[in-house]
C-alpha cells in the first residue's frame, strides 16, 4: 500500500540550530502539504504546494522557515534558527485531484 | 472562537459500546467533512470523508453531518481496546481549484476503550 514518506521520525536539537525534515509524498500525488501538530491540538497548515509551486504559505513564519519542492515530487521543511516554541510534531500529507489527504508519520521535533 | 470544536476528552468506554464522538463548526463555506485516527505518537489515518448532509456507513463506523446546525458525528460500533486513539475532525470548502483545499481540524477527542 503507498504511503506517504518522512524522516527522521524524531530530532533533538538546540535553540538557534538548523534543522530539516524530508519527505516523500505518495506516488503521482501533485499536492503536498505541510502541517505543525502542537501537543494536545489538531494540525495546522504550514505550506500547500502543487506541483513544485507553493499555492499556500500564509501560516509559514517566513523569518525562519522555508520549504521547496523543487521536482515537484519530495520536498524539504526547514528551520533555522530553531526556537522553543517549534517543539512540535511535523506532518506532510499528500493527496491527488480530490479533498482527501494523506498523512506520513510525522517527525517529532523537540527544542532544547 | 475556534472554527472548529471538538471535546478533547478523555472519553472512557467498555469494550463493545457505542463510542459517540463530534465536532461543531462556524464557517458554512466548509462543505468536506473527514474524520482521522490517530494513534500517539503517529500521523492522522482518514477514516471517513464525505460532503453531504446525512448518514455514510463503513464497517463500524457511521459519519454523521448535520450541514444545518454546523455539527458533524462519528459512531464506533462494538468498540475495541484497539480503537482506543485520538479522533480528529478536519473539514474544508469546496474545490475550487485542481489544487486540494487545506483542511481544518478540531483539537481531537482521546477515546480509551477498556477491555
Known amino acids: 500500500e503507498a504511503e506517504v514518506a518522512q524522516s527522521p521520525r524524531y530530532k533533538i536539537t538546540e535553540k538557534s540550530q538548523a534543522v530539516a525534515f524530508w519527505c516523500d509524498p505518495i506516488?503521482?500525488?501533485?499536492?503536498l502539504y505541510w502541517y505543525r501538530q502542537i501537543l494536545g491540538q489538531g494540525p495546522e497548515l504550514l505550506v500547500q504546494?502543487?506541483?513544485?509551486?507553493?499555492?499556500?504559505d500564509s501560516q509559514l513564519p517566513k523569518d525562519r522557515f522555508s520549504a521547496e519542492r523543487l521536482k515537484g515530487v519530495d520536498s524539504t521543511l526547514k528551520i533555522q534558527p530553531a526556537e522553543l516554541g517549534d517543539s512540535a510534531m511535523y506532518l506532510c500529507?499528500?493527496?491527488?485531484?480530490?479533498?482527501?489527504?494523506?498523512f506520513g508519520p510525522g517527525t517529532r521535533l523537540t527544542v532544547l | 472562537q475556534k472554527e472548529v470544536e471538538q471535546d478533547p476528552g478523555p472519553l472512557s468506554v467498555p469494550e463493545g459500546a457505542i463510542v459517540s464522538l463530534n465536532c461543531t463548526y462556524s464557517n458554512s463555506a466548509f462543505q468536506y467533512f473527514m474524520w482521522y485516527r490517530q494513534y500517539s505518537r503517529k500521523g492522522p489515518e482518514l477514516l471517513m470523508y464525505t460532503y453531504s448532509s446525512g448518514n455514510k456507513e463503513d464497517g463500524r463506523f457511521t459519519a454523521q453531518v448535520d450541514k444545518s446546525s454546523k455539527y458533524i458525528s462519528l459512531f464506533i460500533r462494538d468498540s475495541q481496546p484497539s480503537d482506543s486513539a485520538t479522533y480528529l475532525c478536519?473539514?474544508?470548502?469546496?474545490?475550487?481549484?485542481?489544487?486540494?483545499?487545506?483542511?481544518?481540524f478540531g483539537g481531537g477527542t482521546r477515546v480509551l476503550v477498556k477491555p
Open positions: 478536519a473539514m474544508s470548502p469546496p474545490l475550487i481549484k485542481a489544487a486540494g483545499n487545506k483542511l481544518t
Open positions: 504546494f502543487q506541483d513544485e509551486s507553493v499555492v499556500d
Open positions: 500529507a499528500s493527496s491527488s485531484s480530490g479533498n482527501e489527504q494523506f
Open positions: 506516488s503521482g500525488h501533485a499536492t
